[in-house]
């Protein structure tokens, strides 16, 4: 069963940073991609960032393109967000999330460029809150 757990969320002031850290389990060898979402208050849940782990190929929402930075672990099955420059707008719950069913760099591409109720998943996990004061 995969799993994925968001942690590293926090209080912080404009212009602040964070790092958020997604541990993962269960996955079976081969490619697979690990994304980033967030969901504000009264807003839909939006793709953040993106990482295929096989290859190192990353993706980001336009918004956070130049702040935000995805890496990966794969010796310690963990996913990290590094997150600069952090604006009262990026205030959110992050989660972490993944598709083992999808093609890597095609639900990258999508889940960065829109925005869903649940991207056709089911087990968000509680998410991570993150909080921008201005």
């Known amino acids: 069963e995969v799993q994925l757990q968001a942690s590293g969320g926090g209080l912080v002031q404009a212009g602040g940073s964070l790092r958020l850290s997604c541990a993962t389990s269960?996955?079976?060898?081969?490619?697979?991609?690990i994304g980033w979402f967030r969901q504000a208050p009264g807003k839909e849940r939006e793709g953040v960032s993106c990482i295929s782990t096989s290859d190192g190929i990353t993706y980001y929402k336009a918004s956070v393109k130049g702040r935000f930075t995805i890496s990966s672990d794969n010796a310690k099955n963990t996913v990290f967000l590094q997150m600069n420059s952090l604006k009262p707008e990026d205030t959110a719950v992050y989660y972490c999330?993944?598709?083992?069913?999808?093609?890597?760099?095609?639900?990258?591409?999508?889940?960065?460029?829109?925005?869903?109720?649940?991207?056709?998943?089911?087990?968000w996990g509680a998410g991570t809150l993150v909080t921008v004061s201005s």
């Open positions: 269960g996955f079976s060898s081969g490619g697979y991609a």
């Open positions: 999330a993944a598709n083992p069913f999808a093609l890597p760099l095609t639900w990258c591409a999508r889940i960065t460029t829109t925005t869903s109720p649940d991207y056709g998943m089911d087990d």
